[in-house]
Structures are given as structure tokens and as C-alpha cells.
């Protein structure tokens, strides 16, 4: 099994964080908890999470521009990213991997398909890194 993961979950609607907290910490993981994008993009420079859970759809910073800054940074490009969307188009889906998602999720989702696809991206890079020298 994984060991504990810190995951970040930006998101504006609280129940949905409620939800995925429950999710990761019946899993052994730890939940940091953003309710806008400006703020999920200042906790992920700063607590370095193992993954990162990001909704589209938040008023003020969207959750593309979030996408594109975390992809943009150095500190930060290289943590897995789940997003959620309210969009089931295949095209919204292309633009979210076009600008860095590592996986897309439709709402509404099942949270614990949430955290089992956030262990499968830890336990790829895990394994992955493990074979780089």
C-alpha cells in the first residue's frame, strides 16, 4: 500500500471537499483544503502536496488559468493533478489534458474513484521514479 499522501483538493464548493477529505482520510491520506483558485495556487508552492484534486468550475480564477500557472511553474509542474468537470464534452476534456491534467473525472463522480485514481498517479510516479537514477 501507498504511504500517507498529502493531496490538495481546489475547490469552491465545500461539500465537495467534505466529501473527498472523508475519501482520502479512510484511505490513510491527508486532505489540504482550497476554496478558490488564487488560494490553491499559493498552497501548492507552498505545502508541496503529493497530488493535487482541481475543480474547473470556480468563479474568479477558473480552473484552467490554475492548470496553466501550476504547469508553468518549476515548484509545481511536476505534481499529479486530477481535475474534476461539469463538462462532459470530449473537447473541454482535450483542453484539460492539452493544459497539463494528468486525469479527468466527470460530475458527478463516486469519491472513492476520486482517491483510487489519485493512488494510481502516486503509485505511477512512484514507480517511475524509482526507476530514473
Known sequence: ??????????????????ILR?????RGHETVMAGGGLLGIDLARAEHPDAIVLDLMMPAVNGHDVLETLRDD???????????????LSRERERCFSE?????????????????????LLSQRTSAGATVP
Open 1 to 18: 500500500s501507498l504511504a500517507m499522501a498529502r493531496v490538495l483538493v481546489i475547490d469552491d464548493e465545500s461539500l465537495v471537499g467534505v
Open 22 to 26: 472523508y475519501a482520502f482520510g479512510a
Open 74 to 88: 518549476p515548484g509545481t509542474q511536476g505534481v499529479p493533478i486530477l481535475v474534476l468537470t461539469a463538462a462532459t
Open 100 to 120: 497539463g491534467a494528468d486525469v479527468v473525472m466527470t460530475k458527478p463522480f463516486d469519491p472513492g474513484d476520486v482517491a483510487a485514481a489519485v493512488e494510481d
